[in-house]
């Protein structure tokens, strides 16, 4: 059955056909763009291309838990889940990879993001003011390939400002997080001022990490295959995943690349807590703060799967490993209930058999 049909209180049952029904198609798409990547002209964009799938290929595996939102089309989703992260992660190389540090460029680079969930959007000429661009239509086939997907929902149009709204913020993020070391910071502040209010639950830099996730429009798209959507739902969904349940997501992201960053002189969000204690006192502010919006939305069990499994699948990479975090993730894993432990293990073996 090509619906996604599991009831989303049975975790088990979700967590088993997502490796065994979504995993295979998520691999079968990335297969299919890496062939298109290869036949990019330029060298380097090819190289970019191809490296982004095969290093972040979890992206699109942990992103494809949407496909089992109830009663949505299992494959489209997939498809255009792969299509939108794979775009993403490769912009991110090209911003971070090729030795290119020019705001107009990455600008132009990231309306592909914005672009891709308008179904109207005729694709801008994305390379204008990046020194490389034959890619043989690659980056547009992905945009494309996005809006045919968005084209066959029956509530787009509900979801669409919010999701829009969603990839601008992101690809700020990204236009500002990859200048030079000496105007990075300054940008990205001058940037961020605007949306925090002095009574804010949060700082500059988590709100930074929370512009960072793909989570909340994946959502969005998910619930867009609903007729007749309540634009309050759309409205709740965005308030639980921004700032929270995204702001964990990138949280984690970076609290495992704590050590990598510092060696690279990469922006670390994490690396700005002060100590130890508080970078698990934040994160397990995330944490209960997105399980608490979890429950006030349709299908909460099936949210909280999304964001213990965030928990597990981060803390079991091998990074985390590393003896300067150890005691934190412990910390998380212990105070976090059995259920993250038991999707912990499962991620484990996972990892072991090369499934993720």
Request: proline content about 3%; some cysteine; aromatic content about 12%.
């Amino acid at each position: 059955m090509n619906t996604s049909d599991v009831r989303p209180s049975n975790s088990a049952k979700l967590i088993y056909l997502y490796v065994t029904k979504v995993f295979p198609i998520v691999k079968q798409e990335l297969n299919e763009w890496k062939q298109k990547a290869r036949e990019a002209p330029d060298a380097r964009l090819s190289q970019q291309a191809v490296d982004s799938i095969r290093l972040k290929a979890f992206h699109c595996q942990g992103g494809s838990i949407y496909a089992l939102y109830p009663g949505i089309n299992r494959a489209e989703t997939i498809r255009f889940i792969v299509a939108y992260q794979t775009m993403s992660d490769y912009l991110d190389n090209l911003v971070d990879s090729l030795e290119v540090q020019d705001e107009k460029a990455f600008s132009q680079l990231h309306l592909a993001m914005q672009e891709a969930l308008d179904p109207e959007a005729v694709p801008s000429d994305y390379y204008l003011y990046y020194p490389y661009r034959e890619d043989g239509g690659y980056l547009e086939q992905l945009v494309k390939a996005c809006q045919e997907s968005i084209r066959k929902l029956p509530s787009y149009k509900t979801v669409q400002e919010e999701a829009i709204k969603l990839a601008e913020l992101y690809s700020y993020l990204q236009t500002y997080k990859h200048l030079a070391m000496d105007k990075r910071e300054a940008k990205m502040l001058e940037w961020i001022d605007p949306h925090i209010s002095k009574d804010s639950q949060i700082t500059a830099w988590e709100f930074a990490a929370a512009t960072g996730s793909t989570l909340g429009i994946f959502c969005l798209y998910a619930v867009a295959h609903h007729h007749k959507l309540p634009i309050r739902q759309v409205k709740m969904i965005t308030s639980a995943y921004f700032p929270w349940i995204c702001g964990l997501h990138i949280l984690l992201d970076y609290f495992i690349d704590l050590r990598e960053d510092h060696e690279t002189n990469q922006l670390n969000f994490v690396a700005y807590y002060e100590h130890a204690d508080m970078i698990y006192e934040r994160m397990h502010l995330f944490l209960e703060n997105s399980l608490k919006q979890a429950q006030l939305l349709e299908y909460p069990k099936f949210h909280e799967v999304v964001i213990k499994g965030l928990l597990a699948m981060y803390l079991s990479d091998e990074k985390s490993m590393d003896v300067d975090i150890q005691s934190i993730v412990k910390k998380l894993l212990d105070r976090s209930g059995v259920g993250v432990k038991l999707l912990y293990r499962l991620c484990r073996q996972l990892r072991k058999s090369k499934v993720i």
